[in-house]
């Protein structure tokens, strides 16, 4: 559990350190920008059609039989190459063509969109290598290589973006780091693996475990939709409506103790591949004792690095930023911390289904929660910041309904072991 912290720890930390010094640098208004840009990030893994989250799944099924597991890899990959040119010259041409959303030239606007998505593409790539690596449970390998990488991007910043520079500075060395990144870990991918695991080598798949890849993809990626809105139609909004200075604000308090969630659920994300091995591998009922054991607890630590985060809230944004946006802004850190510690609860809950094969209960109920909070704010347009976080209160209330299928599958799995 240790290198899935250690390596989920890495990008919320580095974003920690380089809030105030971006701020500092690039203005109120293009850190707002920048903040928004980041939000894209959150939906690399839809360019591959959710299939490089399925690699956490079905790799540690397959290592179990006699199947080369390159083949599921390549196939991420090629999806991705298909995608990635339309994904970046899509959003030059309809930022182009939205000029004057936001405050810039246009040929400023279209640069903007042309490196936002090449950062989406570049992350992408470095999720599918490093989801491959966590799927032969090279855990320590992949977050020493997100380590280094996430450190060389922050001195690159450091010695690299001067007074006054703009965010497209910032954009240009975020997507070289995460390049460089990705590389490391395809590098450390080839290392790792079988000498005898290539794609040439590999015999035909049955065309079973393509169907398992697309449906696993499929619903992996309404899970991400739905992410998405959680995380990042709360800044769409405030930048719409309050625009891209407050957006700055806003996005300082959301990263503060979206880092405490992230900690939670690098926590919580070896009880995929665990539960895929133990349950779906081999179909055979387990121990559900052990595995309420293993519920309760991930729950319980789930819990506590938001709750730190509440408890530390005033020094530590007093240390961080300054004691006036401290105090300006404590409401809104105690609400999002709420918002957190409901989704918190819920780490284990979907890490387990998904283990499970159960990831299309996890996508719908989570892409229901999302599309309640686009429709509840657009049938009732939220008049601060405070009221946008409300709408994200709601939507992590009800996706704790995946508790009962969960307790459910656990009964089930008790009579089957007796």
């Known amino acids: 559990m240790t290198w899935p912290v250690l390596e989920q720890f890495a990008w919320p930390a580095s974003q920690l350190l380089l809030a105030p010094f971006l701020l500092h640098r690039l203005g109120a208004s293009q850190f707002g920008l920048w903040i928004l840009a980041l939000t894209f990030v959150f939906g690399a893994p839809v360019l591959s059609l959710g299939r490089s989250l399925s690699l956490l799944v079905l790799i540690p099924q397959q290592r179990s039989t006699a199947s080369p597991t390159a083949w599921l890899l390549h196939r991420v ?4 190459g298909w995608v990635a040119p339309v994904v970046v010259l899509s959003a030059t041409a309809v ?49 020493l290589c997100e380590v280094a990488g996430r450190a060389v991007q922050v001195v690159a910043f450091l010695l690299l973006i001067r007074q006054g520079d703009g965010v497209l500075t910032a954009l240009s060395l975020s997507l070289a780091c995460t390049a460089a990144k990705a590389c490391l870990k395809a590098w450390a991918l080839h290392r790792s693996r079988e000498p005898a695991e290539s794609v040439a080598d590999a015999p035909p798949q049955p065309p079973a475990l393509a169907r398992e890849m697309t449906q696993l993809g499929l619903w992996n990626m309404l899970q991400v939709a739905s992410g998405m809105i959680f995380f990042g139609y709360d800044r769409w909004l405030v930048g719409y409506v309050a625009g891209t200075a407050a957006l700055g604000a806003y996005g300082i308090c959301s990263q503060y103790v979206q880092f405490s969630h992230s900690i939670a659920s690098a926590a919580g994300q070896p009880l995929i591949p665990w539960a895929a091995r133990q349950l779906a591998a081999n179909g055979q009922p387990v121990d559900a004792r052990r595995l309420r054991r293993v519920f309760l607890l991930t729950a319980l630590l789930s819990c506590v690095p938001v709750t730190l985060c509440w408890l530390l809230a005033t020094p530590a944004l007093s240390l961080w930023i300054s004691p006036a946006f401290a105090a300006a ?44 909070l686009v429709a509840a704010s657009q049938l009732w ?5 405070a009221a946008v976080v409300d709408l994200k209160i709601g939507y992590a209330v009800f996706a704790l309904v995946l508790a009962w299928p969960l307790l459910r599958r656990l009964r089930v799995s008790s009579r089957g072991a007796t």
């Open 77 to 80: 990959l090629r999806q991705i």
């Open 95 to 143: 930022a182009w063509n939205w000029y004057g959303v936001v405050p810039v030239d246009r040929q400023t606007l279209a640069l903007y969109a042309a490196l936002t998505a090449g950062l989406v593409v570049a992350t992408e790539l470095d999720n599918a290598f490093a989801l491959a690596l966590k799927g032969y449970s090279r855990f320590r390998v992949g977050a």
């Open 329 to 372: 802004n404590g409401p809104l850190v105690d609400r999002l911390c709420i918002a957190f510690l409901l989704l918190a609860l819920n780490i284990p809950i979907s890490n387990l289904l998904m283990g499970m094969r159960e990831a299309r209960l996890v996508a719908l109920a989570g892409l229901v929660a999302g599309l309640g």
């Open 381 to 385: 347009r939220p008049g601060g910041l």
